[in-house]
């Protein structure tokens, strides 16, 4: 989106997710299951410009991030099969509403020396249906929380957009209050009943991060 958001597009960010923790006296309380819907269906209108440019980039933070972590993971990369190709992504991107079992690759590194290839232990996530007929993701456990809106794109990804909640945090951040908060994912359907999350760019460790989903078993 080119320029800055409008006014009335911020007002209605701040009422839906309330403000930083600092100024969020008057702010609506939220509930893990319960992210901020930014009021438009189209992301091209909601995105800020820093995310759109990571965006558009997706591709070659993933190239760049794949051969970083195949210097010393290169076993590792290839088990990771259909998960880590960025051509895997099938028809009909839209998961069902429901918890999932998650986990998070980080691929690549931003600094000299870093870890090239982190996999985490797995935690639980929801994807909840919202008015309108929309989507919601959010981690449910951990200490790094992304919570936001699933938008329609094209028929193989969806676009996401939403903060990072940290710690024992209970209020989200607004969507382009702190772009240090911000996070931009396309959400992709990669098998029979499982969905990948990729992150291009994150602001901090890792040049890619990937979520894996699969549907709950109680």
């Known amino acids: 989106m080119s320029g800055a958001m409008s006014a009335a597009f911020l007002a209605a960010l701040l009422l839906c997710a309330g403000q930083p923790p600092e100024a969020a006296s008057s702010a609506p309380q939220l509930t893990p299951d319960v992210p901020c819907q930014p009021p438009s269906a189209n992301w091209h209108r909601a995105i ?11 591709r070659s933070a993933w190239v760049e991030a794949l051969a970083q972590a195949r210097g010393d993971h290169a076993a590792e990369v290839a088990a990771g099969g259909a998960l880590l190709d960025p051509d895997s992504a099938l028809l009909g991107p839209a998961p069902p509403p429901g918890e999932y079992d998650c986990r998070t690759i980080k691929l690549g590194t931003q600094a000299t020396g870093g870890l090239t290839y982190v996999d ?30 699933l938008f ?41 009943s499982r969905w990948r999350l990729v992150f291009p760019r994150p602001h901090f460790e890792s040049r890619l991060d990937i979520i894996e989903l699969v549907p709950r078993v109680n």
């Open 120 to 149: 985490y232990p797995r935690f639980r996530c929801r994807i909840a249906a919202r008015s309108g007929g929309s989507l919601s993701f959010v981690r449910l456990n951990g200490s790094q929380r992304p919570i936001g809106r």
């Open 152 to 192: 329609p794109d094209t028929t193989r990804r969806m676009v996401f957009l939403g903060t990072v909640q940290l710690g024992d945090e209970q209020r989200a951040y607004r969507y382009g209050a702190d772009t240090d908060r911000d996070e931009v994912a396309v959400l992709e359907r990669i098998g029979e």
């Open 48 to 58: 800020t410009e820093d995310d759109a440019a990571r965006l558009r980039q997706i």
